[in-house]
């Protein structure tokens, strides 16, 4: 059974920086895609990013390209989001994704970490 733990979450000031991680185990062959998704209070689930573990192929929702950035290490089997320019919008719980293909669909993901609160403020 594949296992993420996410980390990093905290408070931070609008225009501050942030970075999340998320730890994979259990038989990685099975993440090809990995993303981040958001979800703030009353609101659905937001796709953030994705890659693709293997060839680093990359997506972004709209509302955080140029601002945030996703990266894996598959030596250490992490994933990570940078996050630059945050603004209160971004506040939320994150959520570690992983599955078959990369995607900015949540329904594409077959495991899920636990979440890890951000918040930002004005």
């Known amino acids: 059974q594949v296992q993420l733990v996410e980390s990093g979450g905290g408070s931070v000031q609008a225009g501050g920086s942030l970075t999340l991680s998320c730890a994979i185990s259990?038989?990685?062959?099975?993440?090809?895609?990995m993303g981040w998704f958001r979800q703030a209070p009353g609101r659905d689930r937001e796709f953030v990013a994705a890659?693709?573990?293997?060839?680093?192929?990359?997506l972004y929702g709209d509302s955080v390209k140029g601002r945030f950035t996703i990266s894996r290490d598959n030596a250490k089997n992490t994933l990570a989001l940078q996050m630059n320019s945050l603004k209160p919008d971004d506040t939320g719980v994150y959520y570690c994704?992983?599955?078959?293909?990369?995607?900015?669909?949540?329904?594409?993901?077959?495991?899920w970490g636990q979440g890890t609160q951000v918040t930002v403020s004005s």
């Open positions: 994704a992983a599955g078959e293909l990369y995607s900015a669909e949540n329904d594409e993901y077959d495991y």
């Open positions: 259990g038989p990685t062959w099975r993440t090809r895609g």
């Open positions: 890659i693709n573990r293997i060839s680093g192929s990359t």
